[in-house]
Nanobody, 121 residues
């Protein structure tokens, strides 16, 4: 069973930065594709970034592409989401998720508990 443990986030000022971490256990990291999702109050959950555990160029939602950076540390089985130039509209619960590498479906099978990021104006 894949388990995902998130950390980071919290309260950040408008224009500030923070980093989220997600450590994976239960399956070799390189066999997974990792996604970062967020869900704001009253809105649907959306994918903001994705990165393969084995490497390659990350995917970003267009509205965050110039501000967010997804990366990974294979030795630590950890993915990161560095978020900069944060805006109040980035306020949401952020989730780390995983699916088998090569899966064609957009459905992620494993989810972290979520972590709150609040951007104060």
């Amino acid at each position: 069973q894949v388990q995902l443990a998130e950390s980071g986030g919290g309260l950040v000022q408008d224009g500030g930065s923070t980093r989220l971490s997600c450590t994976v256990s239960g399956r070799p990291f390189a066999l997974l594709t990792m996604g970062w999702f967020r869900q704001a109050p009253g809105k649907e959950r959306e994918l903001v970034a994705a990165i393969a555990g084995s490497g390659g160029s990350p995917y970003y939602k267009s509205s965050v592409e110039s501000r967010f950076t997804a990366s990974r540390d294979i030795a630590k089985s950890t993915v990161y989401l560095r978020m900069s130039s944060l805006k109040p509209e980035d306020t949401a619960v952020y989730y780390c998720a995983a699916k088998p590498r090569g899966a064609t479906s957009g459905v992620y099978d494993y989810w972290g508990r979520g972590i709150q990021v609040t951007v104060s104006s």
